[in-house]
């Protein structure tokens, strides 16, 4: 959470199982909506239209991989912006981290980046 700029919250989801393996924030959540947040980072990723499209670009593509396209996404909302990405040496788990609309989105993206290349699970 220290490393992104403004950051007031931060996970890490399975795409797995769309559980929540850990959370740190600046405020206290209704364990409901962090399983939501969950569960929604799980259909943003992989929910049955994303796979859908990443299907047929492999299709289209003749790539035959498991690899999954869609890396990063960034959600702004009224009050935060959401910066969703794939660790790189664990495909199969999401970070998330929320901070202030006034953060350098710039700069989220850029430490957001180096947290997920460098993470240890």
């Known amino acids: 959470m220290n490393e992104v700029p403004k950051a007031v919250a931060v ?28 569960a929604a980072t799980k259909d943003l990723f992989e929910g049955d239209n994303v796979t859908q499209i990443e299907n047929t670009f492999k299709r289209v593509r003749g790539i035959k991989s498991d690899e999954r396209y869609f890396k990063e996404i ?11 990405a794939r660790l790189r040496q664990h495909q199969d788990s999401v ?8 953060t350098n989105l710039g700069l989220a993206l850029v430490k957001m980046r180096g947290v997920v290349a460098s993470e240890t699970p």
Request: hydrophobic residues 50%; contains cysteine.
């Open 74 to 84: 960034v959600v702004m909302s009224t009050n935060l912006v959401h910066i969703f």
């Open 95 to 102: 970070a998330v981290v929320v901070c202030r609309t006034d």
């Open 11 to 38: 996970g890490v989801v399975d795409m797995g199982t769309g559980m929540l393996l850990g959370v740190k924030t600046v405020d206290s959540h209704p364990q409901e909506v962090l399983d939501l947040v969950a």
